[in-house]
């Protein structure tokens, strides 16, 4: 009885495991310096004891917060029922959530997998098999994206620290600066097959890419026959108020046909924070991928399709994205006032409703860890950004508590 009493002190102090994390974990993270132990909503606890108001949503993940009952009960009902089976058999659990994926995208199928990356992964692969019968593989993408940290996620994302001292990277990747449509067209080659972008780049500082340039980027791929990917995994699921990033910043047709992707990429929110991937492939390009040539065995399990179709519902019942959206709008009409102002830390502010980045004048690891001082937790971005992914239901209270401190700190 002692010596367990002794071991759950051991494991409850902050400083054992984080020196444990030394020994036994791999070092790939650059880590801040908190222990959490538990959530509920917008708010996350360390060991100590300590509340923080979550900010960083699990970087983009958890979309209706921490704990939420819709999840929980989700999680409970379907694993009473069911976790796993192979994809060597049906279930109607990922047949509902592929269905309510192609209400809200559009005509075509989807691939279920884990991950982002896998789901950048699947597109990559209906682009190369498309691209056998004319002999063109390249993939474009543009400066500063992320797509994930595979082999074929590090060559297709346009930073160079992702890809450093990981040579050979795939081949067949090659990135492009963003520019005028006419630099895009310049830029294309006669291997070319596809493109893939994020309408709002995430990892590299919320960059939102302008409707226009990304209507005819589009529209010149369709031209071409080039494979037009959008990669929503940071950027989807309600977080700029439509179910999709380049929903909000394309003004569409009644069918949204003119814009409409061949692919796009979802992960991160779309369970919740249970891990789970998905590949919307277009109709038109919705075989290639045929029986033997892709696969996973954990994608589209019945435990993790429930809890995503879950998450979904219970966002459209409540019009979360509709309310982030005027979160998001309050936040960035308070923080605009402190934009290039002679004492204040704030260059800019950019981004839509649930993904907001403020690039600062200092490193932004360092504003993190003032700002968790002060009880309000934000991701960095790249060098000098933080980046601001609340749940999708935070309260309006919870969002005036984010901005007092951000006010308070942004002229410290
Ligand atoms: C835009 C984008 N694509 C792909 C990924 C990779 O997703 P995952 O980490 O789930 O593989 C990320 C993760 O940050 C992302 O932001």
């Not at 879950?310 to 960035?332: A, C, D, P, R, T």
């Amino acid at each position: 009885m002692l010596i367990e009493l002794k071991r759950m002190e051991e494991l409850e102090s902050e400083q054992l495991i984080v020196e444990g994390y030394k020994t036994y974990i791999v070092p790939s993270y650059r880590k801040i310096r908190l222990v959490v132990d538990r959530g509920e909503g917008a708010y996350l606890w360390d060991i100590k004891g300590k509340r923080y108001l979550d900010f960083t949503g699990g970087i983009a993940v958890n979309l209706l917060g921490h704990a939420h009952p819709a999840v929980r009960e989700a999680l409970a009902r379907q694993s009473e029922k069911m976790i796993h089976c192979s994809n060597l058999f049906y279930h109607p659990q990922a047949l509902q959530l592929a269905r309510k994926i192609v209400s809200h995208v559009g005509p075509g199928k989807v691939f279920f997998s884990n991950s982002g990356a896998e789901a950048n992964e699947c597109l990559f692969k209906v682009a190369r098999r498309y691209g056998q019968k004319t002999g063109r593989f390249e993939i474009l993408s543009f400066e500063n994206s992320f797509h994930g940290r595979t082999l074929a996620g590090i060559s297709a994302t346009g930073q160079p620290k992702v890809k450093k001292d990981f040579g050979p990277l795939c081949p067949g990747f090659r990135t492009i600066p963003k520019g005028e449509p006419k630099d895009f067209i310049d830029s294309l080659s006669d291997k070319t097959i596809a493109l893939i972008v994020e309408p709002i780049q995430g990892e590299s500082g919320i960059h939102v890419f302008s409707p226009g340039y990304l209507k005819e980027i589009r529209r010149i791929c369709r031209d071409k026959d080039i494979l037009f990917f959008i990669d929503e995994i940071q950027s989807g699921l309600w977080r700029t108020g439509r179910f999709l990033a380049w929903q909000s910043l394309v003004e569409e047709d009644s069918q949204g046909q003119t814009f409409l992707p061949d692919g796009v990429s979802l992960a991160k929110g779309l369970g919740g924070g249970f891990p789970i991937g998905a590949s919307w492939v277009a109709e038109r390009y919705s075989e290639v991928l045929d029986q033997g040539s892709h696969g996973s065995t954990f994608g589209g399990s019945p435990l993790a399709c429930h809890v995503a179709l879950s998450v979904l519902e219970e966002i459209e019942k409540k019009e979360w994205g509709k309310h982030i959206l005027e979160v998001g709008n309050y936040l960035v009409r308070s923080l605009k006032e402190f934009e290039n102002k002679p004492q204040s830390l704030l260059k800019e502010i950019r981004g839509i409703g649930g993904i907001l980045g403020l690039e600062l004048t200092l490193p932004s690891y360092e504003a993190v860890e003032v700002l968790m001082e002060k009880g309000l937790l934000v991701a960095p971005a790249n060098t000098n950004t933080i980046r601001l992914l609340p749940p999708l239901n935070v309260s309006f209270e919870q969002a005036e508590e984010a901005r007092v401190i951000l006010e308070k700190f942004l002229i410290s």
